[in-house]
């Protein structure tokens, strides 16, 4: 099993509208918005550590920055945006 895969399984909770046995195609988009929008600063860093910061960097920025709609919520969208333009050299935005 994959560190991300541990990862979900770890975090199953989150995760309550997916099947067990789709659980290894969650894709990084719904992984990082989940973590993002309900996980704690704890599951964030850890998620930060597996994935690295500018990987998920650019999956919020792919789903924030090309749509007009997405669904992260409004103070979590902002708070991330400001804190991936900080920290993370040659973003998009």
């Known amino acids: 099993m994959t560190a991300i ?5 770890q975090h199953r909770s989150l995760f309550w509208s997916v099947s067990d046995d789709k659980l290894s195609d969650i894709s990084d988009v719904l992984l990082v918005e989940t973590i993002l929008n309900y996980g704690t600063l704890e599951d964030v860093r850890e998620l930060i550590k597996i994935k690295g910061l500018k990987s998920v960097a650019a999956t919020f920025y792919k789903t924030t920055v090309s749509r007009n709609r997405n669904n992260y919520f409004p103070e979590v969208a902002n708070f991330f945006n400001l804190y991936f ?8 935005v």
Not at 5 to 9: F, G, M
Not at 85 to 91: F, L, S, T
Request: proline share 15%.
């Open 85 to 92: 333009k900080r920290h993370v050299p040659g973003n998009p």
């Open 5 to 9: 895969e541990t990862y979900i399984r």
